[in-house]
Each structure stands twice: as structure tokens, then as C-alpha cells.
């Protein structure tokens, strides 16, 4: 794809963005009323939004004097698939004389997730297999005995930590990756399963239904690969906590008794005694949507890199919130972009080569499932073993400064004291996520980079505002939750937003990038992390 160029943003950038290296918050306000503002349409890919996105994050990444970081592009093609379901209104559910119907939209959301225009389940029975964890190094597996073909299971979010709050079983309250639903199908589908459904809960989840729900009326991403051209579960979905209720129910079980029975070491599926049956038709796009990356190569050892991170893909236009349908996405994840290019120009004004090399990255396709960074991951520019670190930032609150940085994922690496050592030069603490349970450690973009071995700091100013204090700051985070995140009222408003605590946030990871980018140490793994791997 050839770079593009909008004339709107050479306009807007020419016209005041901070291109002396210095950290204000005109140069942060800039970025983010242009990447939230209407005009990209939320940012989705495959959409007029991405192309000028594009055109926006490239003409940025080029004035700032970044190099291209992929064979003398910005661009970096990510092959996806665009995967659209038409099921019926509702799905009929048959348990001996009993029947049981669940409303598409209301009570179930599912999609199929394969190129095979039409696809038929023809009496799937149901298989409650609890979490449908296989964690061999855990010796859980909620699969054995159980042969799955022509089956559709139904498992629970999250993993048993969290429902038992016991800190021995899984990581307790804190989520693993095991609890994340993207897990789940997964396992399915190597498990040989005809469906997925998993039944969804606020709190276990991490989100309300209406998050989940998008996939019934929207098209879903995937990565085009051979992953995707084998897949074997034919119908992935969730299911609403009320329904699942009634579906265990009439099938003669208790799905309370259940759950807790799932938390059980040894536990066994159990074939419910219910099938169903339901015709799909897909459509799909195949396209290329594309990673943005540039480099400030190192002076000594250009083959190591440094990492920043921030992905720039949102939601696009969907349904209406109060009449408006784009989902502009300003602190999910605009912000995260000017944070990065901030700390870009300050590494170029510093008129300093960094020892080791930096790469400035912003992915594709975070919204569903980071798909453009695990593309990265098996595509890479620096060599994992030559990657030092990787400090990703997403959904950033606009309440000022902050005496915290929080850490999502503390405890995994050595990181956490080289960022615990620069914050306290600001005068501010580090503390860990107030909410492990609803899995964010496994829900950015940090986590294909931890999973191939590379030490990633997902960190920001979040649960205690300065004047706020934290409780209220924590009141109002958890409102934001509900009102704001994946919605159109995600917008930036500067008569009433504070990115004090951006512009902070971007001077701490300076500092710290600085830091690393100039040693030759490689920051270790905690030997107790699931991603540990010697370094």
C-alpha cells in the first residue's frame, strides 16, 4: 500500500503539533483530536477511517524523523478476514420432551468462524467442561475423557481462582490467561468441538453484556492464516448468565452447584441432555490491514530493540448511544498514540543516538484479539531474543495527574523495579491493577510480546488522582467502565479533560526507555511469571 496523504492532516499537524521534542499537552492534544475526531469515522479496519489513519500515523511517524520499519515502509500488511454471520432470530434448544428458545441479540451472541459460506449444526449435543481449561503444568483438564466431535461445549469465564478467591488455585482473584475467552475457543477447537458458547458474567468477564453482544450484529476479524483455513468449531458465542440458568435447569441441573463443582481438581465433563440445530451463512472480505511502525536505530547495537507500543484501531461506526454511532475512541486508544509519538520526538530532539534501537509500533486489529501484533510476533523486525523490553499503553483516563502508576501484570520481570525507581523521581508509587479479576493483563496488545518471551510493561497513572484520592478516583474509573469504554461517548473533550497525568506518563517512560536503551543489561524474567524463559 502506498503512503498516503490527507491534505486536513498535513494541515492540522503543520499548524502546531509539538515537533521540538518537548513534552506539552498542546503536543499530546493534537495527536488526539485528530485520531478521535469524527472524520476517521472510529478508526475500524477495512474502513474509509483506517485509510486516513494511515495516512495520519505515517505522515506523523515521517515528521518526526522516524525511520520505516519495515523494509522502507511504515506499513506493515496484516492479511485478515472479515468474517460477517447471519444466523435466525433465535435457536431452538431440545432436551427429551422439553424445549428451550434463546433470542440472538438478547440472550445469545455467536458468530462462525470460518471462510465456508454455508454451515449447518444438525443436533450438537451440549457438554458443560466447567472453565474448559487444559493447563497439563497445573494437571487441570477439564476435557478428559471426553471425545467432542459433533459437540458444542459450554464452559465458564474466567478459571477458578476467581470464582473460589483461593490464591493457590490458578492466581486467585487475578485472572490468567486461561480465564481469557480467546483461550477458550482456542481450546475448543484443538479439542475437536462442533461450538464454543461461554456463558457470560459481569464481573467474571470483566465487561457487561453489551460488550460481548456487538458480535451478534457485527462482523468479526481474523487473522487469514493457516489457523483460520483449519478451524474446526464451527459456532463460538456467549451466552447471557439468566439464560444459561434456564438452560441447566431444563436439563435437570443446577448451574450454581455446578460452577462450584467446576472449581474442583479432577473435575469430569457433563453431557447435558440438550442439543440444538442452526443454519449459518457467512460473507467475508479478505483484505490487508496494515501495523504502523517506524525506528530510531541504535548507535552500538542496532540488532537490540526497545519497544513502544500502542495500537490504533477502534470500533469503527456502529450501533447508536444517544443518536451517535461513531466510536471515536479517544482514551482507547488516541491517547496511547500521542503518548508514543511524544516520547518519539523527545528521543529525536535529544540529538542522541540511543545505544540500543527503538521501535515506535502502533498495531491493527487490537479490538479483536491483537490481531496485528501476534502478526508481528510471528513476523517480527528484531529478533525476540534481541528485543529488550516492550512498554505498551492503552485506555488512558483524562482526570490529570496521578500519584500512582498502576501496573497491570506486576510481578513478571525485572521492569517493575526499573519503573518503580524512575516514578519515585516524580514523586509517585507503583501499585497493581485494583482489578486482576477482569483479565486486562491479557487484553492488550502487551500480550503477544509476553508470550513470546519478551518482558512488557502494561502501566499508566490510574487509580489515584492527586486531588481525587483514590477511592474516588477508583468511583470514578469503574464509572467509566460502564459509561464510556467501547462507546461513542469515548470522545475528547478539552474543555473538560486534564492530560496532565498523560504528559507525565510520557515523561516516566521516556526517562525509563532512555534508560534501558542505553545499557546492554537485559531486564530478567520473575522466575514465578507463566511467561518465564531464561535471559
Known amino acids: 500500500m502506498k503512503r498516503l496523504l490527507f491534505p486536513l492532516f498535513v494541515l492540522l499537524v503543520s499548524c502546531g503539533t509539538n515537533n521540538q521534542g518537548t513534552f ?3 503536543g499530546l492534544e493534537k495527536d488526539i483530536m485528530v485520531l478521535a475526531s469524527d472524520s476517521l469515522e472510529g478508526r475500524a479496519p477495512f474502513s474509509r477511517g483506517e485509510a ?19 523494509n522502507g515502509s511504515y506499513l506493515q500488511e496484516v492479511p485478515l478476514a472479515e468474517i460477517t454471520s447471519f444466523l435466525p432470530e433465535s435457536i431452538l434448544f431440545k432436551a427429551k420432551s422439553k424445549k428451550y428458545t434463546v433470542e440472538v ?11 465456508q459460506q454455508d454451515v449447518t449444526i444438525n443436533n450438537s449435543e451440549l457438554v458443560f467442561v466447567g472453565f474448559g481449561i487444559n493447563a497439563p503444568e497445573l494437571e487441570w483438564n477439564d476435557f478428559e475423557g471426553i471425545d467432542l466431535k459433533g459437540k458444542t461445549v459450554v464452559v465458564l469465564v474466567n478459571d477458578p481462582g476467581f470464582l473460589t478467591q483461593d ?14 475467552w480467546p483461550y477458550k475457543y482456542l481450546e475448543a477447537n484443538l479439542q475437536g468441538a462442533e461450538g464454543c458458547i461461554i456463558v457470560h458474567e459481569d464481573k467474571a468477564a470483566g465487561y457487561p453484556w453489551a460488550i460481548v453482544n456487538r458480535d451478534a450484529v457485527n462482523s468479526n476479524f481474523f487473522l487469514n492464516n493457516k489457523a483460520l483455513a483449519n478451524q474446526v468449531t464451527k459456532f463460538n458465542g456467549w ?17 450454581e452447584q455446578l460452577k462450584i463443582k467446576a472449581c474442583e481438581k479432577g473435575f469430569k465433563p457433563i453431557p447435558m441432555g440438550i442439543t440444538y440445530s442452526v443454519d449459518i451463512k457467512n460473507t467475508w472480505t479478505l483484505s490487508n490491514s496494515y501495523n504502523v511502525g517506524g525506528v530510531i536505530e541504535g548507535s552500538k547495537r542496532p540488532e537490540e530493540a526497545l519497544v513502544y507500543e500502542g495500537h490504533w484501531d477502534h470500533l469503527g461506526i456502529g450501533s447508536k448511544v444517544d443518536g451517535d454511532s461513531i466510536y471515536n475512541g479517544a482514551s482507547d486508544n488516541a491517547a496511547a498514540i500521542a503518548w508514543m509519538f511524544s516520547i518519539a520526538e523527545a528521543f529525536k530532539a535529544s540529538g542522541e543516538k540511543p545505544e540500543r534501537s527503538i521501535l515506535f509500533f502502533s498495531p491493527t486489529a487490537e479490538e479483536s484479539g491483537m490481531l496485528g501484533s501476534h502478526h508481528y510476533i510471528d513476523n517480527p523486525v528484531f529478533a525476540h531474543e534481541n528485543t529488550v523490553a516492550c512498554f505498551n499503553s492503552d485506555v488512558i483516563m483524562f482526570l490529570g495527574k496521578f500519584k500512582d502508576v498502576t501496573v497491570t501484570g506486576l510481578g513478571h520481570s525485572e521492569l517493575d523495579d526499573y519503573l ?12 497493581s491493577d485494583p482489578n486482576p479479576e477482569n483479565g486486562m493483563f491479557f487484553r492488550s496488545d502487551q500480550l503477544p510480546f509476553l508470550r513470546a518471551g519478551i518482558p512488557s510493561l502494561f502501566a499508566k497513572g490510574y487509580s489515584h488522582q492527586v486531588d481525587l484520592g483514590r477511592e474516588e478516583t477508583l468511583r470514578i474509573v469503574d464509572e467509566y467502565w460502564h459509561t464510556t469504554y467501547h462507546k461513542p461517548a469515548d470522545q475528547y473533550n478539552p474543555n473538560i479533560h486534564n492530560l496532565e497525568g498523560l504528559l507525565e506518563d510520557a515523561i516516566l517512560f521516556y526517562n525509563l526507555g532512555k534508560r534501558i536503551a542505553n545499557e546492554t543489561y ?3 524474567w520473575s522466575k514465578n511469571s507463566e511467561f518465564f524463559v531464561e535471559r
Request: glycine letters at 8%.
Open 167 to 180: 490464591s493457590t488455585l490458578f492466581n486467585g482473584n487475578a485472572m490468567t490467561f486461561y480465564g481469557r
Open 52 to 70: 486516513k489513519t494511515l495516512a495520519y500515523l505515517q505522515f506523523r511517524m515521517e515528521q518526526i524523523g522516524l525511520k520505516p520499519a519495515f
Open 522 to 524: 537485559f531486564p530478567k
Open 24 to 26: 506539552t499537552i498542546a
Open 239 to 255: 451466552i447471557t448468565e439468566n439464560a444459561a440458568i434456564d438452560l441447566f435447569s431444563i436439563c435437570g441441573l443446577n448451574y
Open 105 to 115: 441479540g438478547a440472550d445469545i451472541s455467536c458468530w462462525c468462524p470460518m471462510l
Open 420 to 431: 518503580k525507581q524512575e516514578a519515585q523521581k516524580q514523586g509517585r508509587y507503583v501499585c
